[in-house]
């Protein structure tokens, strides 16, 4: 083992539905405006877009049940997401093996600085500072494929104290998970312990201190948080 200079930091887990093993995260891929209603209500047309990619930071994924309200905005939204996690990777991976690389899946949300986001869009910056700050990925723990079937279809929802905000399906992904992976390996060679947020349906709103929010898709325990 080499002698680091200081401190190795920690790498960040998840834990395992039925497993008293975790899940290592390497990295976190998030895919833009993935359902055509979201384009739609974000100003955008489906029809004529490429998929697009982002990334949070493997330790903005977060299991406690609390979203901190973050600092420097006064505007944050949620996104409901289906989590897919890698248990092995490569690159240029065809669609018709890519679920073959999946380990299991999640209930999320990429929670989002829309004031912040809105103006480094309109700046031409990157995206960071209103995506991948601490615990802006709220997270459920894993269920692993061997748990079920892959899923591509299902109700997928949001409500922000006991009122529906968010609703759609997965079948509605303009991208489907076979191709996300095999889109993102042709730019990154993927790997064991990636973990990819699929895109949010229509509906996204903002929080306050105090709010609770529950997300659920179809077949999975459903993620509750609180903002604080």
């Known amino acids: 083992m080499p002698e680091f200079v200081i401190e190795a930091p920690q790498v960040p887990t ?16 998030c895919i833009g ?8 209500e974000m100003g955008h047309d489906p029809d004529k877009e490429a998929p697009f990619f982002f990334q ?8 406690s049940g609390s979203f901190p309200y ?3 905005t006064e505007n944050v939204h949620h996104e409901i997401e289906l989590a897919v996690a890698l248990k092995s990777g490569g690159r240029n991976i065809p669609v018709d093996s890519a679920l073959d690389h999946v380990f299991g899946y999640a209930v999320a949300l990429d929670m989002t600085r829309r004031d912040l986001q809105g103006e480094a869009k309109k700046a031409g910056r990157p995206w960071e500072v209103g995506k991948a700050f601490e615990d802006s990925a709220p997270i ?22 006991g009122s529906v905000k968010q609703e759609g399906d997965l079948n509605q992904m303009i991208w489907k998970v076979p191709e996300m992976i095999s889109y993102l390996s042709d730019f990154f060679e993927l790997s064991a312990g990636d973990v990819i947020l699929t ?8 929080v306050e201190r105090g709010d609770r929010l529950e997300g659920r898709i179809d ?3 459903p993620l ?3 903002v604080v």
Do not use: E
């Open 14 to 29: 998840l834990p395992v539905s039925g497993s008293s093993a975790v899940f290592p995260v390497r990295r976190v891929y």
């Open 33 to 40: 405006r993935n359902y055509a209603a979201h384009a739609v």
């Open 56 to 63: 949070k930071n493997p330790n903005n994924l977060s299991i």
């Open 70 to 72: 973050p600092p420097k």
């Open 140 to 161: 459920t723990p894993l269920v692993p494929v061997a748990s079920g079937a892959h899923p591509d279809h299902g109700a997928i929802t949001l409500a922000v104290n």
């Open 199 to 206: 895109g949010t349906p229509s509906g996204v709103g903002p």
């Open 219 to 221: 077949g999975f325990d």
């Open 224 to 226: 509750n948080v609180k």
